[in-house]
């Protein structure tokens, strides 16, 4: 394979994940919504904590995405 299907395909790994990351921390967010009354506060941080965790994860992702599309330009 060449290093370019190579990076391709990696690019598409990428988006599964990331696509996963955030629908799970869409998840997270409406459960917050709509519990933040009912739920005990250990349960309301793990929450926040998790998004928190998971926003950097996001963000994380989107900038390898983005290299990775810079080197696809220089090849």
Same mark, same amino acid.
């Given at each position: 394979? %060449? ?11 990428? =988006? *599964?994940?990331?696509?996963? #990351?955030?629908?799970?921390? +869409?998840?997270? +967010? $409406?459960?917050? *919504?709509?519990?933040?009354? %009912?739920?005990? =506060? ?5 929450? #926040?904590?998790? #998004? *928190? *965790?998971? #926003?950097?994860?996001? +963000? ?6 983005? $290299?990775?599309? =810079?080197?696809? =330009?220089?090849?």
């Amino acid at each position: 394979m %060449s290093e370019l299907d190579e990076i391709k395909e990696f690019i598409g790994y990428l =988006k *599964v994940v990331f696509a996963l #990351v955030l629908a799970t921390t +869409i998840g997270l +967010i $409406s459960w917050l *919504v709509q519990h933040y009354q %009912s739920a005990g =506060k250990l349960l309301l941080y793990a929450d #926040v904590l998790l #998004v *928190v *965790v998971l #926003v950097i994860t996001l +963000i994380l992702i989107n900038r390898k995405i983005l $290299s990775d599309i =810079k080197r696809l =330009k220089e090849l």
